[in-house]
């Protein structure tokens, strides 16, 4: 599924929509690209996605795992 993205800048804040204008901010998915994950908003409005150059690092060795038995 290729869903378009959206690439914009962002300035002082991103809260609003710039597709429908929408005011409550906004839903987050995350995409892998190769060795970054990038950070991607959509629209709970128009469902519209997102890129305002936001990336994690993949596979962070801080992830906090829990086993099986719930202990960590
Ligand atoms: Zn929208």
Redesign the pocket.
Known sequence: MDQEVEKIKMSEEFRI?P????RDGFHSMFRKQGRTTQWLFI?P????IFDIGFTLPLGSKHTHEIDDQGKE
């Open positions: 929509c597709a429908c204008g929408y629209c409005s128009c469902h519209k």
